[in-house]
Each structure stands twice: as structure tokens, then as C-alpha cells.
T-cell receptor, first 111, second 113 residues
Framework: SQQGEEDPQALSIQEGENATMNCSYKTSINNLQWYRQNSGRGLVHLILIRSNEREKHSGRLRVTLDTSKKSSSLLITASRAADTASYFC???????????FGKGITLSVRP | DTGVSQNPRHKITKRGQNVTFRCDPISEHNRLYWYRQTLGQGPEFLTY????????KSRLLSDRFSAERPKGSFSTLEIQRTEQGDSAMYLC???????????FGSGTRLTVV
């Protein structure tokens, strides 16, 4: 079963614009992570935010977490054509740190 | 260490044949995961190893699927009597500990014809 639900399913923006992607989940979590996947490739870990954190930054990435609403957002600032990819949120639960992924968001950045 | 390595990258097999995939995780990572991903979907959890012990298996992992991690190093995922519905990307990931995130391999794309 897929716990995370990303929104929107697809996003198309112009290079230089900001991209905001949202994720909602259903159960208690250890942390929430965002991954990027280029077509036909494996996933690349972008950022992790713990359940007791509210905001985290990494380069052009900003992630927020609202555990009361069970939701997270990923902001990519000053987007580049190379940011074109699928983005997945994943929630980590339990002692085995199993990740449960959403269906993903397809981001297209037009040059 | 160049990351998580998966072999082969692509596998085409006839229905009913057995296939085996290999994953070499990052050497310091004692946690190893297998996921399956179909087109337009996120990865779905299959199984988890901590060192050589298989600690969790998904209900998705029917009795035709078996995974091993001898000596806690590389892992293999075998699918017996393949079916067309097994066509997917099989992803392996490793992790150092809780709260560390996963490092994924590039995956093995299986096509059952």
C-alpha cells in the first residue's frame, strides 16, 4: 500500500521559477524523505526531515513538515532544466526503517 | 565505493522461466531493501535484510519470490516461474541506519514475454 500521496501529479514550469510539491500521509512516522528519479534510473535521496522538525534546507531545496496535518511540502527554488524528473515523498516507519512511497510527481522545467 | 550496484540492468525472459538478480550494497551499510516499481507508480516494498537476517517480507512477495543475503554482503532476488505480471523495475537500496536515507541502485528492468 502507498501511504504518501503527492500533489500535483504533474507540474510544468519555466526555468527560474519555483516548484512546490506537496505530500500527505496517513500514519505516524519516524521521518519523511524526498527522492528524485530520472527516467529509467534509480532514486536519488534529496532530503530527510525528522518528525520533530518543521523545516529543513539543503541548497535550493526547502522541505516543511506539519505532523498535525500529516503533510509535507518540497520547494525547489530557481528551477533548472536539469531538475526535470519524478519526485517522490516517502515516509519511514518502524524499527526496520521501511520506506513507503507515494506515486510521485512529474516535474518538467522548460528552458 | 561507487554506490549500490545491480546486475543485470535489463533482463528479458520467457514466461515460466526462473530469473535471479544481484545487488551489491555499499559495504558499510548493514541494511538492504528490495523494492519493485511499475510504470507510473512509486516503489513498493518487497523485503528487508539487516546483515544476513531477512527481517521483513511484504505480502506482495509470493512463494515464487525468494531473497537471500549470505554473509550479510551482496543479496540475490530470485523469481521462479515468472509471469507477465512480474514485469517491472526491481530496485535494491542500502542504508546505514535509521534516519540515514537510502542509497538506491540503478535497478534491474525485467520484461516477461
Amino acid at each position: 500500500s502507498q501511504q504518501g500521496e503527492e500533489d500535483p501529479q504533474a507540474l510544468s514550469i519555466q526555468e527560474g521559477e519555483n516548484a512546490t510539491m506537496n505530500c500527505s500521509y496517513k500514519t505516524s512516522i519516524n521521518n519523511l524523505q524526498w527522492y528524485r528519479q530520472n527516467s529509467g534510473r534509480g532514486l536519488v535521496h534529496l532530503i530527510l526531515i525528522r518528525s520533530n522538525e518543521r523545516e529543513k534546507h539543503s541548497g535550493r531545496l526547502r522541505v516543511t513538515l506539519d505532523t498535525s496535518k500529516k503533510s509535507s511540502s518540497l520547494l525547489i527554488t530557481a528551477s533548472r532544466a536539469a531538475d526535470t524528473a519524478s519526485y517522490f515523498c516517502a515516509t519511514e516507519t518502524g524499527a526496520n526503517s521501511k520506506l513507503t512511497f507515494g506515486k510521485g510527481i512529474t516535474l518538467s522545467v522548460r528552458p | 565505493d561507487t554506490g549500490v550496484s545491480q546486475n543485470p540492468r535489463h533482463k528479458i525472459t520467457k514466461r515460466g522461466q526462473n530469473v535471479t538478480f544481484r545487488c551489491d550494497p555499499i559495504s558499510e551499510h548493514n541494511r538492504l531493501y528490495w523494492y519493485r516499481q511499475t510504470l507510473g507508480q512509486g516503489p513498493e516494498f518487497l523485503t528487508y535484510f539487516q546483515n544476513e537476517a531477512q527481517l521483513e517480507k511484504s505480502r506482495l512477495l509470493s512463494d515464487r519470490f525468494s531473497a537471500e543475503r549470505p554473509k550479510g554482503s551482496f543479496s540475490t532476488l530470485e523469481i521462479q516461474r515468472t509471469e507477465q505480471g512480474d514485469s517491472a523495475m526491481y530496485l535494491c537500496a542500502s542504508s546505514l541506519a535509521l534516519f540515514y536515507g537510502y542509497t538506491f541502485g540503478s535497478g534491474t528492468r525485467l520484461t516477461v514475454v
